[in-house]
C-alpha cells in the first residue's frame, strides 16, 4: 500500500529534550517537506526537500533540522525543543514534476501530535 | 494580514443540503488552487485542484476561482454526513518548486 508513515504518532516530552519525528515513504517520490498545524493558523511548511542532500527551510523553520541522507526517509529533529513547538506535524510526499493533477497530489501522514512541558 | 483567509466556521448543515466553502486570498500571483479535506486525526487528502481562473466540477463537488476577485469557492451538492471534515484551501505561485499556502480550514459537520 503506498504511503506515508510517521512515528511516534504522540510524543510528550519536556523543555529541552532532543527528539526526532521520523517520516517515511515508500512512493519512490523525490519531494518531501514536513508541516506542522495549529488551531487558527491552518497548514505552515517548516522545511521541504526536493531530492536527497537537498533541503530548504519552509515559511517556519526555527528550531527544526531536518536531513535527507535517503529518497524514502526525512526525519524532523527538534534539538531544544520548546513549549511554542506543541503542535500537530505532518510529513508529506508529492510525485515530481511542477503541475497538474498528480503533481499538486501531496500524500500526508497521519500526523504526530507533540506536547512540550 | 494572512496571505489566505478561510473562515474556520464550524458549519452545521443538514443532510442533503449545498454547502458552499470560501477562501480569499491577497496576492494576486498564486495560480494553482486547491481543496484539501481532512478528517479527524487523519492528514489532509487532496479533494479538488484548479489552475488559474474557473470551474471544475467532480460528482458532487464544484471549485471556482475568480482571480479577478481572488476569491475561490468549494460547492458540495446533497451533502452526506460522511463530508463531514475539514476543508482546507490551498494555493501555490506559478512555477514555485515549493509551497502550498493553506488556509485555515474549515470545519464541516453534515448532520443525518
Known amino acids: 500500500e503506498a504511503q506515508v508513515t510517521q512515528n511516534p504518532r504522540y510524543l510528550i516530552t519536556v523543555t529541552g529534550k532532543k527528539l526526532t519525528v521520523t517520516c517515511s515513504q515508500n512512493m519512490n517520490h523525490e519531494y518531501m517537506s514536513w508541516y506542522r498545524q495549529d488551531p487558527g493558523l491552518g497548514l505552515r511548511q517548516i522545511y521541504y526537500s526536493m531530492n536527497v542532500e537537498v533541503t530548504d527551510k519552509g515559511d517556519v523553520p526555527e528550531g527544526y533540522k531536518v536531513s535527507r541522507k535517503e529518497k524514502r526517509n526525512f526525519p524532523l529533529i527538534l534539538e531544544s525543543p520548546s513549549p511554542n513547538q506543541t503542535s500537530l506535524y505532518f510529513c508529506?510526499?508529492?510525485?515530481?514534476?511542477?503541475?497538474?493533477?498528480?503533481?499538486?497530489?501531496?500524500?500526508f501522514g497521519p500526523g504526530t501530535r507533540l506536547l512540550v512541558l | 494580514q494572512k496571505e489566505v483567509e478561510q473562515d474556520p466556521g464550524p458549519l452545521s448543515v443538514p443532510e442533503g443540503a449545498i454547502v458552499s466553502l470560501n477562501c480569499t486570498y491577497s496576492n494576486s500571483a498564486f495560480q494553482y488552487f486547491m481543496w484539501y479535506r481532512q478528517y479527524s486525526r487523519k492528514g489532509p487528502e487532496l479533494l479538488m485542484y484548479?489552475?488559474?481562473?474557473g470551474n471544475k466540477e467532480d460528482g458532487r463537488f464544484t471549485a471556482q476561482v475568480d482571480k479577478s476577485s481572488k476569491y475561490i469557492s468549494l460547492f458540495i451538492r446533497d451533502s452526506q454526513p460522511s463530508d463531514s471534515a475539514t476543508y482546507l484551501c490551498?494555493?501555490?505561485?506559478?512555477?514555485?518548486?515549493?509551497?502550498?499556502?493553506f488556509g485555515s480550514g474549515t470545519q464541516l459537520t453534515v448532520l443525518p
Open positions: 490551498a494555493m501555490r505561485f506559478s512555477g514555485s518548486a515549493r509551497q502550498l499556502t
Open positions: 508529506a510526499s508529492r510525485p515530481p514534476g511542477l503541475a497538474g493533477q498528480n503533481q499538486e497530489t501531496q500524500y
Open positions: 484548479t489552475y488559474s481562473s
